[in-house]
């Protein structure tokens, strides 16, 4: 947490001396406030509580939870291959997540919180739902645990998945060589996930080497910087609004099927 956040002030602050887009920071985003409840919401709540739960689970499973299910994570390798383990993990969890908010239209509702922006800056990041930050803190802390992950990688994995999340959604100018758009998230593949166009924010779901694999990336083209936005914004404005939309949906969903 106290990585991302420091992450977080410094992208915010070198936004404002090279932006990708002039004129779009935190300071001048009007939906600053509800961006900054929604990481509280997952910070302080979702998160943790998902990562209880998954512990639980682990112990459930596990018994004295002293085992892992899979004993062969490489304890013996350096702790940054042992990271670089851990975070293609924790991606390729994450990347059939996210996958799967763009393809159910009850999860979608969730994920929409994150999508109905039309300005990219770095607190986007954070703008997650408190059920997706749950949900997400469950499944992944569950499968990494389950592994046997070690605390220190662990906890660098995640550390090192937030910058990365906070750099890709960042207003900040980056210029990479071809390459690295095939090994890490940037600004402009995420940029595009991001897009108005369906076709296009289906793509680029996480880490590049996933999306290569199965079938989703979509490489940046130059000088080429999409609309970003959803086609027909439906969430509220409102942080309570936002809080409450996938709950509305769902209860629509379920009186027009009744009806």
Known sequence: MLASIASIAVIAALERVWPRHDGVDVFSDPQTP???????????????????????????????????????????????????????????????????????????????VHHEVERMHVLKATRVHVIEGFVNAVLIGSVLLLLGVPKAALVLAVALTCFLNNLSHSNLDQRFWKPIHWLVPTVELHNIHHAVERSQHDTNLGIPLFDLAFGTYTAPTAGVRPEIGVANPRVPTTIKGQIAFPVRQWRESVLQRAG
């Open 34 to 112: 509800s961006d900054l409840a929604h990481a509280a919401l997952v910070t302080f709540f979702g998160g943790p509580l998902g990562g209880l739960v998954a512990s639980a689970l682990l112990v459930l499973v596990l018994g004295d939870g002293n085992v892992a299910v899979v004993p062969w994570w490489p304890e013996g390798w350096p702790v940054a291959a042992q990271v670089l383990g851990a975070w293609l993990v924790y991606g390729f969890c994450d990347y059939w997540m996210h996958r799967t908010y763009h393809s159910v239209d009850a999860l979608w509702w969730v994920h929409a």
